[in-house]
């Protein structure tokens, strides 16, 4: 008796755990190809010079070094940390303030139109709203410099100067993406207790008061949250760039993303792109896992 | 709050009125935020054109459709074995899997370039498909809601002796239907949106994807033509606006979620 119970139990672990390994395969094994094993594959050819014809040779840290000295992928690498720091800023910001405004009693109706202002631009494809943006930005032709000209207002422009440019990305990147982070600050505020809140209201704090003091704090991790999520999208920028400047005037607005593609696949510098892309990889792994430890840190209190 | 929302519009309005200018009057200030006439001429020229835009809508389509089918299965089936079923290294195998949501784009596309170009996959959108037949993030978020569900009628239909492909067909999967729409709109629209990898892996113009194409045919038929690109531009967005439009709630939730991922 004992024993037959027993052999029932380890069929149905052995049933069990063949079924797992069958449900997992498709997605495990396409991981493997598509990501494991490319990602592995990157770190290698980042210290070799790669060559199919006389044969790929080993060259220790020289691409890394090629990165951090030449005055080129300095500006590149300037020009990507200087893009992310500013939309970051940005976005994070106006979301927050979005979510402020938009966090209160309003009819439905209200609501869904908001939504659809406001989170349209981050559904839609950064490389469609970038060509669209491309004619508002125009110099002679443009939507933007017209109607400055009609109130009498210096034109600027926006995509043609080197000091310019990439102040006029990170505007259209702010429109495209605060949306997104107005909709988690306003999740996030709704959570923020109600009897606090009235208790402040009753003592007579004024709203800029209980923002700091009470609903910042609280809000916290998800703030954090947003700006470590801000900031690894912002590292990666391409399309918009490519579409608005391609990277110039010069190389005043080229990112580390535009970089790896030029070097990698037009010029088949591809341990030297490869390099790049590890230095980009790297970023972002240090900075998701500040944001793992600071989460646990949160999570305790 | 209601002034900056239309002027968050503004971009779309411009972009679908500008669609039915005539070719003639195209810069011709000042710009229109709705449409001056009705007349498609603009959308039959795109059609017409020496650019392939039905070929390169199809592969947009042919694309996002198949990934999104694709994750469905791939993310459900592999969910259901990580929440319900334990096996040796289950979770060491989920974390393992989960570490693929820090790796960018940048960091992959050098190999499988390599790859594609060994076997053959280049310059094809079903190569584009393959990349993106699974997503960590499916996985997760399948996994997270199938965790939420009540597991007292699998174990019921274990006990009767069914095995577990049908405990996940019968009973597993139609519980997951919120889950499932909502992977599938962020998938679509994901896909439908990919600019970085379709550059890289699909030049040909027969081959493309409609947001590289897009900035092909602004090129092609730029001088004096914006109405004519613009035509082109709306009938792109079109099915992200639309999907939008009738599922706003779980666009914006599932969007939020894929951010929310880490």
Redesign the interface.
């Known amino acids: 008796m004992q024993a037959s119970v027993t052999r029932t139990k380890s069929d149905l672990?052995k049933?069990?755990?063949r079924?797992?390994?069958l449900?997992?395969l498709?997605?495990?094994v396409?991981?493997s190809v598509?990501?494991?094993?490319?990602?592995i594959?990157?770190f290698v050819?980042s210290f070799t010079y790669y060559d199919p014809m006389a044969g790929s040779r080993w060259v220790g840290l020289e691409n890394f070094q090629r990165f951090f000295t030449g005055d080129r992928s300095l500006q590149i690498f300037w020009n990507t940390l200087c893009f992310a720091i500013f939309a970051v800023t940005g976005n994070v910001t106006v979301g927050l303030l979005l979510a402020l405004?938009?966090n209160r009693a309003m009819p439905a109706f209200l609501l869904?139109?908001?939504?659809?202002?406001?989170?349209?631009?981050?559904?839609?494809?950064?490389?469609?709203?970038s060509?669209?943006?491309?004619?508002?930005y125009g110099d002679d032709?443009g939507?933007i410099n017209?109607y400055l000209i009609r109130f009498g207002i210096t034109p600027i422009h926006w995509l043609t100067s080197s000091r310019t440019a990439m102040m006029s990305i990170i505007i259209m990147d702010i429109?495209k993406n605060a949306?997104?982070f107005m909709?988690?600050f306003i999740?996030a505020l709704q959570g923020v207790p109600k009897t606090i809140m009235d208790a402040a209201i009753m003592d007579g704090s004024s709203y800029w008061r209980r923002f700091f003091r009470i609903v910042l704090p609280w809000i916290s991790p998800v703030v954090f949250?947003a700006i470590?999520?801000a900031s690894?999208g912002a590292?990666?920028v391409?399309?918009s760039i490519?579409?608005l400047t391609r990277g110039g005037p010069g190389d005043a607005t080229r990112s580390?993303?535009i970089h790896?593609?030029e070097e990698?696949?037009d010029s088949f510098e591809?341990g030297y792109?490869?390099s790049v892309?590890?230095i980009?990889?790297l970023i972002?792994?240090i900075i998701?896992s500040i944001?793992?430890l600071a989460s646990r840190r949160w999570v305790r209190y | 709050m209601a002034a900056l929302g239309v002027v968050m519009l503004l971009p779309f309005a411009w972009l679908f009125s500008m669609s039915f200018r005539p070719p003639a009057e195209a810069y011709k200030m000042p710009p229109s935020f709705l449409p001056p006439t009705l007349d498609f001429k603009n959308y039959w020229a795109v059609l017409t054109s020496s650019v392939p835009f039905l070929q390169i809508y199809w592969n947009s389509v042919e694309v996002a459709v198949l990934v999104t089918l694709g994750q469905l299965v791939t993310c459900t089936l592999a969910a259901f074995a990580f929440a319900r079923l334990k096996f040796p290294g289950r979770d060491s195998i989920f974390f393992v899997l989960l570490i693929g949501l820090m790796f960018p784009a940048q960091v992959t596309i050098i190999p499988i370039y390599l790859g594609f170009a060994k076997v053959g996959l280049l310059n094809r959108p079903i190569g584009l498909v393959l990349m993106y037949l699974t997503s960590s993030f499916g996985v997760f978020l399948v996994r997270q809601f199938m965790r939420s569900q009540p597991k007292a009628l699998e174990e019921a239909a274990l006990m009767d002796g069914a095995g577990y492909f049908k405990i996940f067909y019968r009973i597993s999967l139609p519980q997951l239907r919120p889950a499932l729409s909502a992977l599938g709109i962020i998938t679509f629209t994901q896909t439908w949106n990919y600019y970085f990898q379709a550059r890289v892996l699909l030049e040909p113009q027969q081959a493309m994807t409609l947001p590289i194409a897009m900035d092909l045919l602004r090129g092609y038929l730029a001088s004096g033509n914006l109405s004519v690109v613009m035509a082109a531009m709306s009938m792109a967005v079109l099915p992200v606006i639309l999907i939008f439009l009738l599922a706003q709630k779980l666009v914006v939730e599932g969007v939020t979620m894929s951010g929310i991922k880490n």
């Open positions: 672990e049933a069990q755990t079924a797992g390994y449900f997992i498709p997605s495990f396409l991981y598509f990501v494991l094993a490319p990602v594959v990157t050819l405004a938009l869904y139109l908001f939504r659809l202002a406001y989170f349209l631009p981050v559904i839609i494809a950064a490389a469609f709203v060509i669209v943006w491309g004619y508002f032709l939507v017209y429109w949306g997104f909709i988690l999740a949250f470590v999520y690894i590292l990666q391409y399309e490519v579409i580390m993303s790896i593609v990698a696949f591809i792109a490869a892309s590890v980009m990889t972002i792994l998701t944001q793992l």
